[in-house]
C-alpha cells in the first residue's frame, strides 16, 4: 500500500458502488445516487446507487428464485461448506482493502481492521462453513404407535438489516450462518457505510454463491430498509441498531406476512469493579469497555459502578489514562481513536455531554470536540453521576463514561438492573462468590468476568429486555435461519393404519 510523505495512506480507488442483485452490479431503479461520506474531514469518498422499494422488489424477486428453483438450498451442507471457505480465503486474502473501506467509511482503525475484524470475518465463514453439513433434527419416542422425527430446513428469503458501527462483523454474522442453514438473502446496509458490503458480495460470487442467493441494497432506513422489513415474500427479517427502529421493524413484519424477526438492539451496559480489584487493570478494562470504537459499540460499558473503597483512587487512574489516549486519523497507527461516523452522531454525542454538565455531573476530562475537521470527539469521564441523569439512562453510542459509586453487592445488582436495556454487562472482581452471584442476577445476554468484549465464535450474543431477542453467533444463530418440521408416520399393525 502506498503512503503519502507525511505517513498517512492514499485514498483507494472505490471499486463497487453500485446495488449487487441477481449476481450483478446494477444502478437503482430510479438512477438515484448518495454520498458516502469519509467521517475524517466529511468529505465525499464516493457516489452510491440508492435502492428503494422497486429495487427490494428486484432484489427479492432473486432472492425467491434462487430459494424456490436455485441450487443453493438443495446443495449438501458439504457442497455449501466448501464454497463458504472458499469466500472466507478470499477475506483472508483482501484484508487490506477490506479494513481499508470500513476506515474510510465508518472511522475505524485500519490497523485493528487488519488484525481484528477483517481476520474475525473470515475465521466466522470458516465457523459456518463447518457447521453447513452438521444441522440435524432429532428422532423423537413417540408415545404411540407412530415413528417421528423432525428434520431442521431453511427458513426461505431472509432480510438482513445491519448498522453502521462495525460494517463487516455484522454483515458476516447476519450473513454467513443464513448462507450455511440454505437460505437465500437480501442485505441492506447502514446508508452511513455500504462499501464494504458490496466488497463481500463480490468475494461471495467469485467464491462460487450462486447468482440471486446474496443480494444488496444500498439505501436509506425509511425506504429500502422499511421494504425489507414489510416485504410480503421475505421469509425473515434479521436487524441490529436502535430499539426505536427495531420497534418499527416488528411491527412492519407483523403487519405484512407475520414473518418471524431477530433484533438486537440499544444497551446500557453496566461495568462493576469491587475493592478487590487491582487498580491499574480496572482502569483500562474500563477505559476500554467506553472508548472500544469510539463508544460506538452497542455493548459499550457507559454505566461504571466503582465501590466505594476503591473509587476515588480509581478515579485519578481513569483521569490519568484517559489522557493519553490518543484521538486521530485512524489510518495513523499510532491512534487509539478515530472520528464518530458521521455529522449526526457527532452532534448527538456532544448534545448528551452537554446535557450531562447541566444535570449536574462533574466532568472529570474530555467534553470536547478535538480536530479542525471531522467529527472527533475527546475521550469523556463524568463523575458524581445519578441513576436518572440522561447521560446514565440513555444510549449515547459514543465515548461518554458515566461513574458512580456503591456500597453493597445487593445495591448495585439492583442498580445495574435499572435500566429498559439488557445486552451485556462486566464484573471484574477475584472474588468468585461475589462473580457468581452478580453475574447470575444481572439481566443481561452476555456477561463477561474481568474481561470485556470477549466474543467468539461458539458464544451466543443477544439482548434481554428492551435490547431485543434472538442470539447472533455460536450454533444459536445457525437455527434461527431454520424452521422445524415434523413428520410423523404409524408402525405397522398400528391402529392408525
Known amino acids: ?30 438512477g438515484r ?6 467521517p475524517r474531514n466529511g468529505e465525499v469518498i464516493a457516489k452510491v446507487s440508492e435502492g428503494d422499494k422497486d429495487d427490494v422488489d428486484l432484489a427479492v424477486k432473486a432472492a425467491r428464485e434462487a430459494f424456490d428453483h436455485g ?20 477475506i483472508e486474502q483482501n484484508v487490506e482493502e477490506l479494513a481499508y473501506l470500513d476506515t474510510v467509511d465508518a472511522g475505524k482503525l485500519f490497523g485493528l481492521g487488519k488484525v481484528m475484524d477483517i481476520p474475525g470475518a473470515a475465521q466466522l465463514v470458516h465457523y459456518y462453513a463447518g457447521a453447513a453439513d452438521k444441522i440435524h433434527g432429532d428422532t423423537l419416542k413417540m408415545s404411540r404407535e407412530l415413528q417421528g422425527y423432525t428434520l431442521r430446513e431453511p427458513i426461505g428469503v431472509v432480510g438482513h438489516i445491519i448498522p453502521w458501527n462495525f460494517p463487516t462483523a455484522m454483515f458476516i454474522m447476519k450473513v454467513a450462518p443464513a448462507l450455511a442453514a440454505g437460505c437465500t438473502m437480501v442485505v441492506k446496509p447502514a446508508e452511513q457505510t455500504p462499501l464494504s458490503a458490496l466488497f463481500y458480495a463480490y468475494l461471495a460470487k467469485l467464491a462460487g454463491v450462486p447468482d440471486g442467493v446474496l443480494n444488496v441494497v444500498n439505501g436509506f432506513g425509511a425506504t429500502a430498509g422499511a421494504a425489507v422489513a414489510s416485504h410480503m415474500d421475505i421469509d425473515m427479517v434479521s436487524f ?29 451496559s453496566p461495568m462493576i469493579i469491587f475493592d478487590d480489584a487491582d487498580l491499574d487493570k ?7 469497555g467506553i472508548l472500544f470504537n469510539k463508544g460506538e459499540i452497542c455493548v459499550a460499558s457507559s454505566r461504571l459502578f466503582v465501590q466505594e473503597g476503591i473509587y476515588d483512587e480509581l478515579v485519578k487512574k481513569l483521569a490519568e489514562k484517559a489522557k493519553k489516549w490518543i484521538v486521530g486519523d485512524p489510518l495513523d497507527p499510532s491512534v487509539n481513536q478515530g472520528p464518530q461516523v458521521d455529522k449526526k452522531q457527532y452532534e448527538k454525542i456532544l448534545s448528551y455531554i452537554e446535557l450531562g454538565n447541566q444535570e449536574g455531573a462533574t466532568l472529570l476530562t474530555g467534553g470536547k470536540a478535538c480536530g479542525e475537521k471531522g467529527y472527533f470527539i475527546e475521550p469523556t469521564v463524568f463523575i458524581d453521576v445519578k441513576d436518572d441523569m440522561s447521560i446514565a439512562k440513555d444510549e449515547i453510542f459514543g465515548p461518554v463514561l458515566s461513574l458512580m459509586k456503591f456500597k453493597t453487592v445487593e445495591e448495585v445488582i439492583q442498580r445495574a438492573n435499572a435500566t ?3 445486552l451485556a454487562a462486566g464484573v471484574v472482581t477475584n472474588n468468585l462468590d461475589i462473580a457468581n452471584t452478580v453475574s447470575r442476577s444481572i439481566r443481561a445476554g452476555v456477561i463477561w468476568i474481568n474481561c470485556y468484549f470477549a466474543f467468539n ?6 439482548g434481554y429486555k428492551m435490547s431485543g431477542f434472538g442470539r447472533d453467533m455460536g450454533m444459536e444463530a445457525l437455527y434461527k435461519y431454520t424452521q422445524v418440521k415434523t413428520i410423523v408416520t404409524p408402525i405397522y399393525n398400528s391402529p392408525w393404519l
Open 71 to 90: 441450487p443453493w438450498p438443495r446443495m449438501s451442507g458439504y457442497q455449501r461448506g466448501r464454497i463458504m471457505a472458499k469466500l472466507a480465503d478470499l
Open 420 to 422: 429498559r436495556y439488557g
Open 240 to 268: 441490529t441498531g436502535s430499539t426505536e427502529v427495531g420497534r418499527l421493524v416488528m411491527q412492519a413484519a407483523a403487519s405484512s406476512n407475520l414473518k418471524p424477526v431477530c433484533l438486537e438492539l440499544g444497551g446500557k
Open 457 to 462: 465464535s461458539d458464544a451466543p450474543y443477544g
Open 1 to 30: 500500500m502506498e503512503s503519502q510523505s507525511n505517513g498517512t495512506i492514499k485514498l483507494r480507488q472505490i471499486k463497487f458502488t453500485k446495488l449487487f442483485i441477481n449476481g450483478d452490479f446494477v444502478d437503482s431503479v430510479s
Open 33 to 38: 445516487t448518495f454520498d458516502t461520506i469519509d
Open 282 to 288: 480496572a482502569a483500562d478494562l474500563a477505559l476500554l
